[in-house]
Nanobody
Framework: QVQLVESGGGLVQAGGSLRLSCAAS????????MGWFRQAPGKEREFVAV????????YYADSVKGRFTISRDNAKNTVYLQMNSLKPEDTAVYYC????????????WGQGTQVTVSS
């Protein structure tokens, strides 16, 4: 019932910034908790950041604390990931997800957007 479309990925030099966007569409029975995950080649998918429907109480993986900021605009049904001070280790496909399990629903995933950070 939910479709997620990520955008904003690309190639950037180390120390640079990117802002990822995730636009959600489709019928839902509540406002989902939104998150970002990433997966590098040969690695498992890992958690990056999460934000509840209210926009508060964000949580980040230790590897991105102080550099990444997750936010959401409920009027636009969009979640963002502002990525600053990017490192080559941040290179991965970044996936948006919507978690409606607390409201009796399921987890939805976007198709991913590639972020490549050069040295």
């Amino acid at each position: 019932q939910v479709q997620l479309v990520e955008s904003g990925g690309g190639l950037v030099q180390a120390g640079g910034s990117l802002r990822l966007s995730c636009a959600a569409s489709g019928r839902t029975f509540g406002v989902a908790t939104m998150g970002w995950f990433r997966q590098a080649p040969g690695k498992e998918r890992e958690f990056v950041a999460v934000i509840p429907w209210s926009g508060g109480s964000t949580y980040y993986a230790d590897s991105v604390k102080g550099r990444f900021t997750i936010s959401r605009d409920n009027a636009k049904n969009t979640v963002y990931l502002q990525m600053n001070s990017l490192k080559p280790e941040d290179t991965a496909v970044y996936y948006c997800n919507a978690d409606e399990r607390s409201r009796g629903g399921i987890v939805y995933w976007g198709q991913g957007t590639q972020v490549t950070v050069s040295s």
